[in-house]
């Protein structure tokens, strides 16, 4: 049974720092796409950043001279160091893996099954 948890968000103020965790099991991580995706208030979901089963990783334009993704298969976890953080990108990020997911940028949430509960960012002007 597949199962994400993501963790480390919390509120910083505006080009601050957060590093957020995705701890998953039930994967085959050299299987699977992965997949940072946000939701933020008055928007559709946006795919942040794609990483490929073999860990290559994408990032959306947006994002890609602030934010960096990694993966640590010896603790079973991606993480995305967002830096430089803007009260607009306030909300809720998740993770999700795709085990049919196409490895492309931006990444498509349909191609995605399992996804975590989500955890909190606040930026604050």
């Known amino acids: 049974q597949v199962h994400l948890a993501e963790s480390g968000g919390g509120s910083v103020q505006a080009g601050g720092s957060l590093r957020l965790s995705c701890s998953y099991s039930?994967?085959?991580?050299?299987?699977?796409?992965m997949g940072w995706f946000r939701q933020t208030p008055g928007k559709e979901g946006e795919g942040l950043a794609a990483?490929?089963?073999?860990?290559?990783?994408r990032l959306a334009s947006a994002v890609k001279d602030r934010f960096r993704s990694s993966r640590d298969d010896a603790k079973n976890s991606l993480n995305l160091q967002m830096n430089s953080l803007k009260p607009e990108e306030s909300g809720k990020y998740y993770c999700?893996?795709?085990?049919?997911?196409?490895?492309?940028?931006?990444?498509?949430?349909?191609?995605?099954?399992?996804w975590g509960q989500g955890t909190q960012v606040t930026v604050s002007s």
């Open positions: 990483i490929d089963s073999d860990g290559s990783t």
């Open positions: 999700a893996d795709g085990r049919l997911a196409r490895y492309r940028m931006p990444p498509r949430e349909e191609e995605f099954d399992s």
């Open positions: 039930g994967i085959n991580i050299n299987s699977y796409n």
